[in-house]
């Protein structure tokens, strides 16, 4: 059984599309050019130049179409973003700043707004030693 095809952007269904690839097809989906090296059943991105195939002259830019002779399109080339690291850094934010996202999305009183941006103000002017406007 053959494997479906994917976008190795968005990861939508290729099956309406002409096989072999051409050289200029794109996703319907989202636009993404798909005779790319990411597309590749020979795209590894811990390999030298990131092309298992050593007869390849692999281009630079990875996500953009190329003439390359040995594309061989892969199916499941679609691998979602792998979040867990943004979520560990916004979490050391908020341990760092002691505010959590709820703290974030709920509008502070006008009262608050308005002594935290004079505070705000106060400290620069300590920093950069003028009064404010564009007289520094």
Do not use: I
Not at 49 to 69: I, V
Not at 93 to 103: Q, V
């Amino acid at each position: 059984m053959v494997k479906e095809l994917v976008c190795w952007k968005c990861g939508a269904s290729l099956r309406d599309l002409p096989q072999p690839l051409a050289r200029l097809a794109e996703c319907e989906a989202c636009g993404a050019e798909l005779y790319v090296c990411r597309m590749c059943h020979s795209f590894d991105p811990y390999a030298a130049e990131k092309c298992r195939d050593e007869r390849a002259e692999p281009p630079l830019d990875k996500d953009r179409a190329n003439f390359c002779d040995y594309f061989v399109p892969r199916p499941h080339a679609y691998e979602p973003a792998d979040d867990a690291e943004a979520q560990k850094a916004r979490a050391q934010l908020e341990a760092l700043f002691g505010a959590s996202t709820d703290d974030v999305d709920t509008p502070s009183p006008m009262t608050d707004s308005s002594a935290e941006t004079e505070k705000a103000r106060q400290e620069l002017e300590k920093l950069f030693g003028g009064k404010g406007g564009n007289g520094y």
